[in-house]
C-alpha cells in the first residue's frame, strides 16, 4: 500500500509539472499602434513620423522650442541657431538629424541613414522618394539625385533633395530640405 501510494503521488506530481510546464499564459497585448505610413518600410514611420509638414510634422519658419517637443528628447548638440539628433532604431540602422536656424526660425532639415543592410537602403531610399513624389509635384532626378521644389503656405518656396550615397559596404542615404531664396 506504501508504494502504491508513492506511485500516485509521483504520478500526481508529474502531471501537475507537465500541465504546468505546457500551460499558456495568456499575454496581454498592448493594441498595434496604427501606421504612419502603410505601404512603406517601418522605419519610415520612426525617421519622418508625420504626414503634416515637410519633415516629422515639422514646418520650415518653426522654432527651437517646436523642434525639441516634435523631437521629445534634448539634443546631442545644442547652438545658437543649430540643434543636432542622433537615432538608432535597430542594430543595423542609424539616423542622425542636423537642424539649422536664423534667428529662432528653422532654415534647414539635414538628415543622414546609415545602415549596414545594403538592401535596406536601397529600399528606403525607394520609398523616401515616392513619399515625397505623392506630396511634392515635380520631382527632379539627375545623377542620383532626386530635388523636389516646392511653395509651402504662403508661397514660401522650399526643397528636398534626397541622395544615395551608398558604398559597397554600407548603406547611406542623405537628405536636406531648406528654404529656397
Same mark, same amino acid.
Given at each position: 500500500?506504501?508504494?502504491?501510494?508513492?506511485?500516485?503521488?509521483?504520478?500526481?506530481?508529474?502531471?501537475? $509539472?507537465?500541465?504546468?510546464?505546457?500551460?499558456?499564459?495568456?499575454?496581454?497585448?498592448?493594441?498595434?499602434?496604427?501606421?504612419?505610413?502603410?505601404?512603406?518600410?517601418?522605419? $519610415?514611420?520612426?525617421?519622418?513620423?508625420?504626414?503634416?509638414?515637410?519633415?516629422?510634422?515639422?514646418?520650415?519658419?518653426?522654432?527651437?522650442?517646436?523642434?525639441?517637443?516634435?523631437?521629445?528628447?534634448?539634443?546631442?548638440?545644442?547652438?545658437?541657431?543649430?540643434?543636432?539628433?542622433?537615432?538608432?532604431?535597430?542594430?543595423?540602422?542609424?539616423?542622425?538629424?542636423?537642424?539649422?536656424?536664423?534667428?529662432?526660425?528653422?532654415?534647414?532639415?539635414?538628415?543622414?541613414?546609415?545602415?549596414?543592410?545594403?538592401?535596406?537602403?536601397?529600399?528606403?531610399?525607394?520609398?523616401?522618394?515616392?513619399?515625397?513624389?505623392?506630396?511634392?509635384?515635380?520631382?527632379?532626378?539627375?545623377?542620383?539625385?532626386?530635388?523636389?521644389?516646392?511653395?509651402?503656405?504662403?508661397?514660401?518656396?522650399?526643397?528636398?533633395?534626397?541622395?544615395?550615397?551608398?558604398?559597397?559596404?554600407?548603406?547611406?542615404?542623405?537628405?536636406?530640405?531648406?528654404?529656397?531664396?
Amino acid at each position: 500500500m506504501y508504494l502504491s501510494l508513492r506511485n500516485i503521488f509521483v504520478i500526481f506530481f508529474l502531471s501537475f $509539472l507537465i500541465a504546468a510546464c505546457t500551460h499558456e499564459e495568456k499575454k496581454q497585448e498592448a493594441p498595434a499602434k496604427p501606421r504612419i505610413f502603410p505601404g512603406y518600410h517601418i522605419l $519610415l514611420d520612426e525617421i519622418v513620423r508625420s504626414n503634416e509638414g515637410v519633415f516629422r510634422g515639422l514646418k520650415l519658419n518653426a522654432g527651437a522650442g517646436q523642434i525639441k517637443k516634435v523631437e521629445g528628447s534634448a539634443p546631442i548638440e545644442e547652438s545658437e541657431g543649430h540643434l543636432y539628433y542622433e537615432y538608432q532604431p535597430d542594430s543595423l540602422t542609424n539616423y542622425s538629424i542636423d537642424y539649422t536656424l536664423s534667428q529662432d526660425s528653422l532654415e534647414e532639415i539635414s538628415v543622414q541613414i546609415n545602415t549596414n543592410d545594403l538592401e535596406l537602403s536601397s529600399y528606403l531610399f525607394c520609398d523616401l522618394k515616392d513619399y515625397y513624389a505623392n506630396k511634392l509635384p515635380n520631382p527632379t532626378e539627375d545623377k542620383g539625385y532626386v530635388v523636389y521644389n516646392c511653395f509651402e503656405g504662403q508661397r514660401k518656396p522650399f526643397v528636398v533633395s534626397l541622395s544615395d550615397n551608398s558604398s559597397p559596404s554600407k548603406g547611406i542615404i542623405n537628405m536636406l530640405i531648406y528654404k529656397d531664396k
